[in-house]
Structure formats: structure tokens, C-alpha cells
């Protein structure tokens, strides 16, 4: 078998001509210098081509990298003062102490609401954020995961409170799946540090 060893662009260029022009041209009719032409041409485009293509990729990856270096720097540096009151211990969340004490309860009923209850919180941390959106859905949807790492883990606990709400007193709702609920909303707000 007959190994090729050389490309030959003018022929590549006049077969292009050929597709794009319908008309057939004869490549004896074609002067050498035009075929060199078109043939260096092509490959100074395809090598442009590349360095651009990589160039939109690099320049894609630093703005990712510094848009997530910038929201997470904010964010440490607005919630600094609350992180150094959570280790004094002298600030809790109130509404989450009562979403505790409701989870923590034996009734399936309370349980209900607890997860209600941090749905509703949740809802107010996405909005206070500027996530926008009409409902929790629409703001974890139009949420960027590189901001938001929890983000996976608020679409499994809201999931949950809208099997609640669509299946009311049907949906059966078991402690072990209340605790896994609750335990997915905190890993949110810790993310957020307004637990």
C-alpha cells in the first residue's frame, strides 16, 4: 500500500471552488503562484484559527476563575464579623434553632413544617443574595454553581418541600428523610454563614 506523505492544497482549494462556485475548474488553468497562494492562505488561517479558538478558551477560564475568586472574597469579608460571633458563641439564628426544635420532634406534622419552614428560609437567603427569580426553582436554576458549591444539595431539600406541598397529607414523610432534608439545608447556610 502506497503511503501519502504531502498534502496538496491547491487541489483541496480548487475542489472548494468547485463546491462553493458549481463551476469546474481545470487545475492546469489555475496558474502555480494562485494554488501556493490559496494554499498558504489556508494554512495561515487555520493557524489563526487555533491560536484565536485558544485564546477565547483562556480568557473563558480567568474570568470563571476571578468571578469566583471575587463573589467568595466578598462573601468572606461580609460575613468575617459573623463567623467571629458564631465562635464566641453569642449569635444564633433564632429561626434556625426553631427549625431544629420542630425537626427534632416526633410528630410527622412538625416535621412538615420544619422543612417548610427552611424551604421559606432558604427562599429569603436566594433573594437577599440577588438570585433572581419568581420561586425558589426559578433562582436555584439562574444560580452559577461556581458561586453557589451547595447548589446540588438546595435542589435535593427543595425537591423534598415540594413533594410536600404537592402531595400534603399523602406524601408520607419519614425521620430519617426529615433528617437528611434538614441536614441539606444547613450544609446552604453554612456555605452562606447564616448558620
Keep these: 500500500?502506497?503511503?501519502?506523505?504531502?498534502?496538496?492544497?491547491?487541489?483541496?482549494?480548487?475542489?472548494?471552488?468547485?463546491?462553493?462556485?458549481?463551476?469546474?475548474?481545470?487545475?492546469s488553468n489555475v496558474p502555480s503562484y494562485v494554488a501556493y497562494l490559496a494554499g498558504q492562505i489556508l494554512i495561515l488561517g487555520s493557524a489563526l484559527s487555533v491560536l484565536i479558538l485558544a485564546l477565547i478558551v483562556y480568557v473563558r477560564v480567568q474570568l470563571t476563575i476571578v468571578e469566583h475568586q471575587g463573589f467568595h472574597g466578598h462573601h468572606e469579608e461580609a460575613q468575617a464579623p459573623h463567623h467571629?460571633?458564631?465562635?464566641?458563641?453569642t449569635h444564633k439564628n433564632q429561626r434556625w434553632e426553631h427549625i431544629l426544635s420542630l425537626a427534632?420532634?416526633?410528630?410527622?406534622?412538625?416535621w412538615r413544617r420544619a422543612i417548610i419552614e427552611a424551604d421559606i428560609m432558604l427562599g429569603n437567603l436566594l433573594t437577599d443574595k440577588g438570585y433572581s427569580g419568581n420561586t425558589i426553582g426559578d433562582q436555584l436554576r439562574n444560580a452559577n454553581p461556581l458561586q453557589f458549591t451547595t447548589l446540588d444539595i438546595a435542589w435535593q431539600a427543595h425537591k423534598v418541600r415540594n413533594d410536600i406541598a404537592h402531595g400534603g397529607e399523602n406524601y408520607h414523610l419519614s425521620e430519617r428523610d426529615t433528617r437528611a432534608t434538614?441536614?441539606?439545608?444547613?450544609?446552604?447556610?453554612?456555605?452562606?454563614g447564616i448558620i
Design 1 to 27: 500500500m502506497d503511503q501519502v506523505d504531502f498534502l496538496n492544497i491547491g487541489y483541496i482549494f480548487i475542489s472548494l471552488l468547485n463546491l462553493v462556485e458549481g463551476v469546474s475548474v481545470d487545475p
Design 84 to 89: 467571629e460571633a458564631q465562635i464566641e458563641g
Design 104 to 110: 427534632a420532634s416526633p410528630h410527622e406534622g412538625d
Design 182 to 192: 434538614i441536614a441539606n439545608y444547613a450544609r446552604v447556610f453554612e456555605e452562606f
